[in-house]
């Protein structure tokens, strides 16, 4: 499975990141890098995660799922609110 994971916070990054030690895991900062990296490779991604408020982000995890939706809509999504997780209503 490939995975892409989408946080401000480095820390929690790392943390996703090893969780899922077991995939191929790419990870972006932001939502723009984040289009970037699914969209040079975006058949190959399976699944998704993005936090939903990333400070000083132009660019909310909404806004990310929905653009890869848009090109991608067999792509699973999940939605981190930090408090929890929820996977996003275009998700299926």
Known sequence: MRILIVDDE???RYL???????HSVATASDG???L??????????DLV?????MQGEKMPG?????????SNPMVKTIL????GWRRSKASG
């Open 10 to 12: 480095e820390n929690f």
């Open 16 to 22: 996703l990141k090893k969780l899922f030690e077991a």
């Open 32 to 34: 723009e890098e984040a």
């Open 62 to 70: 909404e806004e990310v799922i929905r653009k890869i939706k848009l």
């Open 80 to 83: 981190n609110e930090r408090y």
């Open 36 to 45: 970037k990296i699914f969209f040079q490779d975006n058949d190959n991604f």
């Open 49 to 53: 995660i993005t936090d939903r408020k």
